[in-house]
């Protein structure tokens, strides 16, 4: 039977939402309006659960009204709510003690068969989530993650305005900037052969803002790079982004430290506290990482020392660094063997180690080939016991330790050494401030407008592999949340960096006309960051992927499995945006033709 559909000039007012209702209520005629979440049919009687934005309410329906109604029919109802007779509550609803006895149904609009099925702790496939995303967000987890995002801004903007903060939009077509990243580019129509280039970040526009006297710059700002796939990244992603005038690092962590307190007390119920600062070089050595989780210890031990004279040629390098993994000397064969396999993902050629027996012997591969004294004093070196495991890394120092560091961060996954929400929070500071390249050359790394630390500013030139800059990051059990650095003011400082990168004045004058001429008006000291707010809602959230806080996203691929771009665009469109040639057009992951299975981890 085709069910009825609305009459014209139907007033789409409800007088509650349904999760509002409570035992207070009982006797009241209430309009409601949502969608079918589940039928339970009862002989005579139909029991429907019907959901909108505030929560679920139970509705009681005569089956003859309710025979054609099926899940995620849209429905307006007009009842009364009464109490549910005794013993047929549900404590697990907040409107668990009543129901609406309906006097009055009428459909919205109907629903075709699912393509998932909504009411379900069981997810269907991220292929198909993305694809119905405006399905996947009826959900109560999806619809909960981006009200919490909602919360997350209003606490931020509240937090920004009390520091005396004033809020400005930056352009999204802009030119080319350096921020470590390909720009994704725009054809201009009117100026043929022409590109805007869409921001990475607004670090130039803000650091005018400061030249421009504004003082106290901040946005929420959509920012865009055009990455090779990497886990967790969104070819356009969010940022809450700042900069401050007359300041100093300590001046800008303090806002940082402020607006995440803020959040995480308001919206996690827990107290940040003072945030310890940890330099880059101690971050590495101790932990293997720039941004290391502090929630469990477990800390490397250097050994360049202790093998300085060893006659195993592994050994024989810059940098040999352990860590130990407590009990792992119980694993067998195959576990090491698989261990050896998660270091060649990373790219390494493998894994040394060492297992302590009960009784103290060595044994492992690495025992065999050290000397007596090595092996005598090597359980005391690192702090092992009897039964643990150490994994070794020789080589370069910093390839070296990130290994080691993603061994630590492994072993406490399987060990399950992170007790469950709990957090710790870490201001890295004293970044170096260039990196070699494979060529021999060198990059910054943060961007060319970082300023080097008071005590580098003259000679980072001479020293460019031990040169720090002001930059500092915030990091939360593991992740970089916040980025930012103390920026160049001086002009003559910054024509020096440009020529250590090896930047002519011509080439620099090109690229960065426009601001290096605003250096010519008097600009302040000035220093700001920027928080990552996918990753920082993500967190409160308490999901793994950034995908599930973002409303509509992408596959790492930059595929939208919803609108199924990036498109062709037809030869009109080319014509007119002045494109000539016709490049090939692969499909992309996700698309028909395309190579193998989308990827869906991101």
């Not at 047929?88 to 009543?98: A, R, S, W």
């Not at 297992?355 to 025992?367: K, M, N, R, Y």
């Amino acid at each position: 039977m085709t069910p009825p559909s609305p009459s014209k000039g139907t007033a789409l007012l409800r007088t509650h939402d349904a999760g509002t209702l409570r035992a207070s209520d009982a006797g009241t005629t209430v309009t409601l309006a949502g969608w079918v979440a589940r039928r339970r049919d009862h002989g005579g009687v139909v029991f429907l659960d019907l959901r909108d934005a505030s929560g679920y309410v139970q509705v009681v329906v005569r089956e003859e009204e309710a025979h054609h109604l099926r899940n995620e029919y849209c429905v307006l109802v007009t009842g009364e709510v009464r109490r549910r007779p005794e013993g047929n509550e549900n404590p697990e609803l907040p409107t668990g003690e009543i129901e609406v006895a309906t006097s009055k149904l009428e459909v919205l609009s109907a629903s075709a068969p699912l393509p998932f099925p909504i009411e379900t702790d069981q997810a269907a496939s991220d292929d198909v989530r993305y694809r119905f995303r405006y399905l996947d967000l009826r959900r109560q987890g999806p619809a909960s993650v981006l009200r919490l995002r909602s919360e997350i801004n209003r606490v931020a903007r509240a937090a920004m305005a009390r520091h005396g903060f004033t809020e400005v939009e930056t352009p999204n077509l802009t030119r080319s900037t350096p921020e470590g990243a390909r720009d994704f580019v725009v054809p201009v129509r009117l100026q043929p052969g022409k590109w805007y280039a869409l921001p990475q970040s607004p670090q130039l526009f803000k650091q005018l803002l400061m030249i421009g006297g504004l003082e106290r710059y901040y946005q929420i700002a959509r920012c865009f790079r055009d990455e090779d796939f990497r886990a967790d990244r969104q070819p356009e992603f969010t940022q809450l982004d700042f900069e401050m005038s007359f300041v100093d690092r300590d001046d800008v962590l303090a806002v940082v430290e402020d607006v995440v307190s803020a959040l995480w007390r308001e919206l996690a119920g827990h107290e940040v506290g003072e945030i310890l600062r940890m330099t880059y070089r101690e971050a590495m050595d101790r932990f293997g990482s720039d941004k290391p989780d502090l929630r469990f210890g477990l800390e490397l031990t250097e050994l360049t020392s202790f093998f300085a004279g060893t006659p195993f040629r592994v050994f024989q390098a810059p940098y040999v660094g352990a860590v130990v993994m407590p009990g792992g000397g119980s694993q067998p064969r195959r576990a090491f063997d698989a261990w050896q396999d998660w270091a060649k993902s990373r790219g390494a050629r493998g894994l040394a180690y060492v297992t302590i027996a009960e009784d103290g012997e060595l044994g492992g591969p690495v025992a065999k080939n050290i000397s007596d004294a090595e092996r005598a004093g090597l359980v005391e070196a690192v702090g092992a016991k009897p039964g643990d495991c150490v994994f070794f890394a020789a080589g370069q120092r910093r390839t070296s330790q990130e290994l080691l560091g993603a061994a630590r961060n492994e072993i406490a996954r399987r060990l399950e050494l992170i007790a469950p929400g709990s957090w710790s929070f870490l201001f890295v500071v004293d970044f170096p401030m260039f990196e070699e390249t494979e060529d021999g050359s060198w990059t910054f790394m943060h961007h060319p407008f970082t300023s080097p630390t008071p005590e580098w500013r003259e000679r980072f030139a001479e020293d460019k592999g031990n040169a720090l800059s002001d930059a500092y990051d915030l990091v939360v059990n593991g992740n970089e949340l916040a980025s930012g650095s103390v920026r160049i003011h001086d002009a003559d400082l910054q024509e020096r960096v440009f020529e250590t990168l090896g930047m002519s004045r011509e080439e620099a004058r090109e690229r960065f006309g426009f601001f290096l001429e605003a250096f010519a008006f008097g600009p302040p000291p000035h220093a700001g960051a920027a928080l990552g707010w996918d990753r920082l809602t993500a967190l409160l959230a308490g999901v793994e992927s950034i995908r599930e806080v973002i409303a509509f996203p992408k596959t790492g691929a930059g595929f939208d499995p919803l609108t199924g771009a990036p498109t062709p665009i037809t030869d009109a469109q080319r014509a007119e945006a002045g494109i000539d040639a016709k490049p090939e057009e692969p499909a992309l992951p996700g698309q028909p033709g395309a190579p193998g299975p989308s990827d869906p981890t991101n």
